[in-house]
């Protein structure tokens, strides 16, 4: 498995959250990285994307309470997600872009990782 997201899990409305997501392959130095989300019943969604020089991008349901960041020295992305509502729940996936730029396009990514589930009661 290339990418492992972790760092899901159930909270109440209005805690915060950590995910990770590491490479095992190396290529996030040089390519952008995106986190989607999809809740039960609906389309894969943007939440946020990193390029290789840390330029970020929100989806607007995200914005002013997520925060991407990247760690290259350990291959890891992070999500920090605070303020927490219940229409957050979904299982979160990150994923490598095929190019060093983060994007709102699913189309763009070539890596997927398995997912991890966040659920946020209210």
């Known amino acids: 498995v290339q990418l492992q997201a972790s760092g899901g899990g159930s909270v109440q409305a209005g805690d915060s959250l950590s995910l990770s997501c590491t490479d095992s392959r190396r290529t996030f130095s040089n390519n952008g990285v995106g986190w989607f989300r999809q809740a039960p019943g609906k389309e894969r969604e943007f939440v946020a994307s990193i390029s290789w020089k840390s330029a970020r991008d929100y989806g607007d349901s995200v914005k002013g309470r997520f925060t991407i960041s990247r760690d290259v020295a350990k291959n890891t992305v992070f999500l920090q997600m605070s303020s927490l509502k219940p229409e957050d729940t979904a299982v979160y996936y990150c994923?490598?872009?095929?190019?060093?730029?983060?994007?709102?396009?699913?189309?763009?990514?070539?890596?997927w990782g398995q997912g991890t589930l966040v659920t946020v009661s209210s």
């Open positions: 994923a490598v872009n095929r190019s060093p730029y983060g994007s709102r396009s699913i189309n763009s990514y070539k890596n």
